[in-house]
């Protein structure tokens, strides 16, 4: 595992623009940073990111009928006590999911490690499935990359297949709050591999849904039987619209019971259940009351981006990341350091499609807590 330097594309973010990729900047600090990628061999990508992915996944899988059995592993994962039963109806009735991100610290030798799931509305899609492959092809062209050099991406073949197989209804509605740019780019990149796929996609903001005798609705008052929602289950439970969940037919992606996964509780519980597994990490619930000692990290079991994050290095460095995730329970998780670069600190996030390994992404940040801040770097395959 490298890092090389390489020059950038001229002229790169009017192409961006021009196919939609409108946050490669936001607010004025490089998002896309194509100034430089990481190089893995075949046997990295095969053995220590692409395989421990599709098992990790479905480890988590296997957690899910226990935990809906246990009454306390429902409450340790703050799901609200009136969803559990909806819950357990959408486990039962093998609603069907589509995706989701496992972060691993990785530095190219050594199992990987797991800090954290992301299965309800994992972002970086787009820039992952679409733009670093266009990046890798344009840079072949121009001969500066090896023409024999690949990527760990299949991402959007997958999303393709996988809607075009998935048993959804149609129309098949595409949603996310109106503020986020980065969201509607994530949602729209979604949609438009749905209308290839044969589905008929419409968009609709999330604040535009309604509500006519327990069912949600568009804007017309047609009933909404898919939707596709960028915004977390954890959120959606809390909103005022909340009880109509209870009663709506609609089917969602990704289905409540993602919930369950979406949830750095989920860490725990695969550390009780598997406990020495090469790609986890000691993890337990915590309260957020005891002093944190050094070679441990504190999350809130619902966080994104970096906030609310607290870690305490092996030899003593203490960092701490502000936030609004302080209202729910935490776990604390034996420290594993990112790799480094230079100054950049690395993260892996790789994506699976249905149950199958499909690509990954990589981030970097000037600190060991991956933030919003942090910027996106393209890789190759390259033995």
Not at 86 to 100: I, K, T
């Amino acid at each position: 595992m490298k890092r090389i330097p390489i020059a950038p594309r001229p002229g790169w973010q009017d192409f961006a623009e021009s196919v939609g990729f409108d946050f490669h900047t936001i607010d004025g600090e490089v998002y896309w940073d194509e100034s430089a990628y990481y190089q893995f061999s075949l046997a990295q990508i095969e053995q220590d990111l692409e395989a421990p992915t599709e098992e990790l996944h479905q480890m988590a899988l296997d957690l899910i009928p226990d935990i809906l059995q246990s009454e306390q592993q429902l409450t340790q994962l703050a799901v609200p006590e009136r969803f559990w039963d909806a819950v357990r109806d959408s486990w039962n009735n093998a609603e069907p999911h589509l995706y989701g991100r496992l972060d691993f610290a990785y530095n190219g030798q050594g199992p990987a490690k797991l800090l954290e799931l992301n299965y309800d509305t994992p972002t970086s899609l787009y820039e992952t499935g679409f733009f670093q492959w266009v990046w890798l092809e344009d840079q072949q062209m121009r001969g500066v990359l090896p023409a024999n050099a690949d990527q760990f991406n299949s991402l959007q073949d997958k999303l393709e297949q996988a809607f075009a197989e998935l048993p959804l209804p149609q129309p098949f509605y595409f949603s996310s709050v109106t503020q986020s740019i980065e969201d509607k780019g994530t949602v729209d990149y979604l949609m438009d591999i749905a209308l290839q796929s044969g589905l008929d996609s419409r968009y609709i903001q999330l604040e535009q849904l309604g509500d006519i005798d327990g069912q949600l609705v568009d804007l017309a008052g047609f009933p909404i039987q898919g939707l596709f929602k960028l915004y977390p289950w954890e959120f959606m439970l809390q909103e005022e619209f909340a009880a109509t969940l209870l009663t709506t037919e609609t089917r969602f992606l990704e289905p409540l019971w993602k919930t369950l996964l979406s949830n750095k509780g989920i860490l725990p519980l695969l550390w009780q259940k598997y406990q020495g597994h090469p790609n986890l990490l000691p993890s337990f619930f915590d309260d957020g009351k005891k002093p944190l000692t050094p070679g441990w990290v504190r999350k809130p079991l619902f966080s994104r981006e970096g906030a609310n994050i607290e870690m305490i290095t092996p030899d003593g460095q203490s960092l701490f990341e502000p936030g609004p995730y302080n209202d729910n329970g935490y776990i604390r998780q034996a420290f594993a350091p990112l790799p480094r670069f230079g100054e950049h600190f690395t993260l892996i996030g790789s994506w699976v499609v249905g149950d199958m390994a499909a690509g990954i992404g990589i981030r970097e940040d000037n600190s060991l807590i991956t933030k919003d801040s942090s910027r996106f770097v393209p890789h190759i395959i390259l033995d």
